[in-house]
Each structure stands twice: as structure tokens, then as C-alpha cells.
């Protein structure tokens, strides 16, 4: 077993490893949380199309059981799903084991679920403010569960947290003005501090051979973001568009792979060139 305290675990890749290998994830596990939504979605279905065994997990077992059947790549019907709320410990605890039992393994966390909220700095409560941070508590506990039994089985693993163009920049006030709501105050400083998290765990995680690093996309709204705000937006962009999910896809196995091998506590950002100005 491995002793935390002076142990050291090495995540290099052979040096003769090829491109091929460097991206491929044949025989690893990844768990994706909030893999239903808008863009777990194409994150899963990217980690299932390079080679990994993908757990979908939600708040509804049905629709991740659903989603997982969708999932195609070499461990086609090998994907499953799990019933997970990561706002409760509970669930937390009792998905992980779950995963275990099935599977054996996690080898990638995809900490991507997210419990919204509409509400911006004019009208948010405390308790809805709170609740909003509760999504980074549950971003560290589940990253913490699986490092504490990679550690104790002597395994590396592999963590990708979700952050947000909005965890490094403010908002533009005229891009929601008397459209909808501003962007919330209180998501700006959940994004903010999953992006710092990421730095603290990684420094103190990587001689455990547990990576850690973070992935923030810009504009990529859902098909139910309003059409105005989404016009006003395209004209902040450098690139005068807005992203859509498959262009996630490079990085997350960039992040989940050998190919990332020497990368840890850093916060890749795919904004279209918003946080250039």
C-alpha cells in the first residue's frame, strides 16, 4: 500500500509512445458527472469514442441509463449509468461504491454536473447563494473520494474540473440588459474558486500520481438561452460566434490522457478568444 508521506507515484508515459497511444483511452474508466446536460453530453461521448469505459452519471438513473445505451466506441455496451446527486454526500458516497462494485475502477473524473441557478446580484438570497457554492463542495468531494482510493490502491487517477471563461473575467452588463437576467454573481464566484481548487489539489496530489486540471469553456449557451442575449454575446466574441459542445471534445481527452502526462494544476480554456481582450 502506498504511504502518502513519502511516497511517490509516477504518471510519465513510455517515451516511445506515439500519438495514437498518447490520446487513446482503451481500458480506462471515466466518470462524468451531469453527462445528460448540454455538455456532459458531448464530454461523453468524446471519452467513449477514445476508447473508455464512460459513467453517466445524474440525478435520474433512468436518464443515464438511456444515455449510456447511446454510447458507442470500443467498450460500446460496456457504458453504464448511475443515479448521483452530488449535492449529498450520501449519494456521493453510495454512486462511487456503486462504480467500484460494477467496474473494478475509476481511472478519470469528469467533475462537469452543475446545479443551476437563474437568480443575478439583484435578487439572489443567501441560502440560494450558499446553494450555488455547494456545487464546488460536491466538485472536492468526489475529486477527494477518488483520490483517497487511488492512494490506497496504489493507482493513479485523473481529475477534470469544470470551470468557466467566468471564473477569470466579469461579466459585459449590456450583454443581459433588459434581456434576462444578469450572469449570476454568485456562479461567477463558483467558477472562480473551482479554477483555484483545481491549483490547490494538484500541488498537493501530484506525488500521489493523481492529476488535476481544469477546463473552461466560454459561450457555449443551450438551446434554451434567450436569441437576443445570445446575438449580443456573438458580438463580444473575437471570433463573432459562439461555441458549440463538440468543440470540447479535443480537450477533454487532451486533459484525460497520456497526452496531458506532465500537465497538472491548470485551466485550459476554450472561450472562442472571450477572455483574449
Known amino acids: 500500500m502506498l504511504n502518502p508521506q513519502d511516497s511517490t507515484i509516477s504518471t510519465q508515459p513510455r517515451s516511445d509512445s506515439t500519438i495514437q497511444n498518447l490520446f487513446d483511452l482503451s481500458g480506462r474508466i471515466a466518470l462524468v458527472t451531469g453527462a445528460c446536460g448540454h455538455l456532459g453530453r458531448a464530454l461523453s461521448f468524446a471519452l467513449a469514442e477514445a476508447g473508455a469505459t464512460v459513467v453517466v452519471s445524474s440525478r435520474s438513473k433512468d436518464k443515464a441509463d438511456n444515455f ?3 454510447l458507442g466506441g470500443l467498450a460500446q455496451g460496456k457504458h453504464i449509468g448511475i443515479g448521483l446527486d452530488h449535492l449529498e454526500e450520501t449519494s456521493i458516497e453510495s454512486g462511487f461504491s456503486e462504480i467500484i462494485e460494477r467496474l473494478g475502477s475509476i481511472d478519470v473524473l469528469v467533475n462537469n454536473g452543475h446545479f443551476p441557478l437563474g437568480k443575478d446580484l439583484t435578487e ?3 441560502q440560494e447563494f450558499q446553494q450555488q457554492l455547494g456545487n464546488a463542495s460536491a466538485y472536492f468531494l468526489l475529486a477527494r473520494r477518488l483520490r483517497d482510493w487511488a492512494v490506497e490502491n496504489n493507482k493513479t487517477a485523473n481529475i477534470i474540473m469544470l470551470g468557466s471563461m467566468y471564473g477569470l473575467v466579469g461579466s459585459y452588463p449590456e450583454t443581459y440588459q433588459d434581456i434576462c437576467p444578469a450572469s449570476p454573481v454568485a456562479y461567477h464566484t463558483l467558477k472562480g474558486g473551482i479554477i483555484h481548487m483545481t491549483r490547490h489539489l494538484a500541488v498537493y496530489w501530484a506525488k500521489h500520481g493523481i492529476r488535476v486540471n481544469c477546463l473552461s469553456p466560454g459561450p457555449f449557451p443551450g438551446p ?16 463573432a460566434r459562439m461555441g458549440i459542445p463538440t468543440e470540447l471534445k479535443g480537450a477533454v481527452i487532451f486533459l484525460a490522457s497520456d497526452a496531458s502526462s506532465y500537465m497538472t494544476g491548470q485551466n485550459l480554456i476554450i472561450d472562442g478568444g472571450w477572455t483574449a481582450w
Open 224 to 239: 434554451q438561452a434567450p436569441q437576443k442575449m445570445v446575438e449580443q454575446l456573438c458580438k463580444k466574441s473575437p471570433m
Open 124 to 126: 439572489v438570497s443567501g
Open 68 to 70: 449510456a445505451a447511446e
